[in-house]
């Protein structure tokens, strides 16, 4: 997955290794003391009190456990104590199972094997991930790729499915070891559903930690100058960051660069208010997602003393909303503004003092004709080719739009003389083009904005559009009057707008 690496660490002759063994077993507590390496050594305890999890508190390049797990026979003189060890792990009533730093399920023991309700021979060389929960998949893997940076990992909540379908939960705490020769992780894990709900009888706090560390949206709890002081598992889920990493970091680190500043004078301000926006935040991956933030000031509160900040993820509803707002604005033939979003974006430009707005009104010369002769597919193609061309040539800038069935407007903006920089687009435009065989015309006409509400803008550009087609109209006749005494034999029906290509016959 890329977070997960596996890394070959040194080792150390047997002579040279401590540990110490740490399990709940009920509320007892277990000690022994032995020698564990040569004689002479210094004796190490092997105590068992009953702490929150299990933790095999070993040094970087500790005993080699996979040797420790599968000796057989009885212990060597230099290690009289190893096989009581093993037998320890073994029987411990908490699941011990060690992993390789990928995933894959290397040793277990036989809590670990009622717990997954599975034989733990069918579980060797598979992903843990497999037992987990999709939902926890992230956290899980976040957990495991940060133990080797830690003495310790964090302890973790994730939900377990067993091989009889139910769901159980969990939590566990891991540790990086040495199995052969290689790093591994092993994992501690308490099944916390009974004694869930017994803490859940007596004590409302421990529902409300459930609640918090399940909650969907970011919980989070910063101090004045915005150091994140806890946040809940959502984090993982929504940014794929370790809680454990970022605690003691500014959750501005979190926020991307466009927000930060607005963001962390919305924190500074803060005095006993209440504050929500929007705000863009970056996954650890660089992907930008979009969260409703609201932070509540409760530094007064002495049982809190912190700015409560929620975050909820609001990347996809807002990415379904530019959807159906383009839905809404567009034309979906030729994908320009409908003419009720081109009205809408005109009259704010138009009732700016600074701006300066000129109007293009197109049409297609004999598109009728164009779909009589060919048909509505070929005139669709003719539409959507002939909107390319009025986009590609548009200054940038520009609004464009089909306002009817043949008809196209073009709002060309600027600071100033945007008259002239209208004309020549509209000269440009009104060159003959050839879309798959098929000589198009358009007749453009224009309009110089002079703070005229939005409708007498447009309908100046269309009769001018009309004058155009007038004109044009005109002179073909009189060019083929012009002809047509120097050929009476010949008979020339120009159609304008549908003048086959010949040059490609």
Not at 21 to 43: K, L, M, N, Q, Y
Not at 368 to 380: A, E, P, R, S
Not at 441 to 447: F, R
Not at 484 to 494: G, I, N, Q
């Amino acid at each position: 997955m890329g977070i997960l690496t596996r890394r070959t660490v040194p080792t150390r002759t047997s002579r040279d290794r401590r540990a110490t063994v740490t399990s709940s077993i009920g509320t007892s507590s277990i000690e022994r003391t032995g020698r564990f390496g040569p004689e002479g050594a210094t004796p190490v305890d092997l105590t068992l009190p009953p702490p929150r999890a299990f933790v095999v508190d070993i040094p970087f390049a500790p005993v080699d456990l996979a040797h420790l797990m599968t000796r057989r026979g009885a212990a060597s003189a230099d290690e009289p104590h190893m096989s009581d060890l093993a037998s320890v792990l073994r029987e411990l009533p908490d699941a011990v199972i060690v992993t390789s730093c990928s995933g894959e399920v290397l040793w277990a023991n036989r809590a670990a094997e009622e717990l997954l309700d599975d034989d733990v021979d069918r579980w060797l060389g598979r992903s843990m991930l497999d037992a987990v929960h999709p939902d926890d998949h992230l956290i899980a893997m976040n957990a495991c790729a940060s133990v080797g940076q830690k003495d310790v990992g964090g302890l973790l909540a994730v939900r377990i499915r067993r091989a009889d379908g139910e769901l159980v939960g969990v939590e566990l705490r891991g540790r990086s070891v040495v199995w052969e020769l290689e790093q591994a992780i092993v994992l501690v894990i308490r099944r916390v559903g009974d004694r869930g709900a017994l803490e859940l009888a007596g004590n409302d706090s421990t529902m409300l930690h459930r609640l918090v560390h399940h909650s969907p949206a970011i919980l989070a709890m910063v101090d004045g100058d915005g150091t994140l002081l806890s946040v809940n598992a959502a984090i993982t889920r929504c940014l794929g960051a370790d809680p454990d990493v970022v605690c003691g970091n500014s959750i501005l680190d979190l926020i991307d660069e466009t927000d930060r500043r607005a963001i962390g004078d919305m924190i500074a301000h803060l005095d006993g208010d209440v504050v929500a926006g929007s705000v863009v935040m970056r996954t650890v991956d660089g992907e930008r997602r979009w969260f409703e933030m609201r932070a509540t000031d409760l530094r007064a509160e002495a049982a809190v003393g912190a700015i409560a900040v929620s975050m909820s993820d609001v990347t996809d509803l807002r990415s379904a909303e530019r959807r159906l707002q383009r839905l809404a604005d567009t034309d979906s033939l030729t994908g320009l503004l409908n003419r009720r979003a081109f009205e809408e974006r005109l009259e704010p430009l138009l009732r700016d003092d600074a701006a300066d707005v000129a109007l293009l009104y197109v049409d297609i010369d004999g598109f009728k004709t164009i779909n009589d002769t060919y048909g509505h597919h070929v005139g669709d193609a003719v539409l959507a080719a002939t909107a390319r061309r009025i986009d590609d040539i548009s200054p940038v800038g520009s609004l464009t739009a089909r306002v009817g069935g043949d008809e196209f407007i073009v709002a060309v903006t600027g600071s100033g003389r945007t008259d002239r920089q209208a004309c020549r687009v509209a000269a440009k435009l009104s060159s003959r083009f050839v879309h798959d065989g098929i000589s198009i015309v358009l007749s453009v006409g224009t309009s110089s904005s002079s703070r005229d509400p939005v409708a007498s803008m447009i309908a100046e550009a269309d009769r001018d559009m009309y004058r155009v087609k007038r004109r044009r109209r005109l002179e073909s006749a009189d060019a083929r009057d012009a002809i047509r005494p120097r050929s009476a034999a010949t008979s020339d029906v120009h159609v304008v707008g549908l003048v086959p290509d010949r040059r490609g016959a």
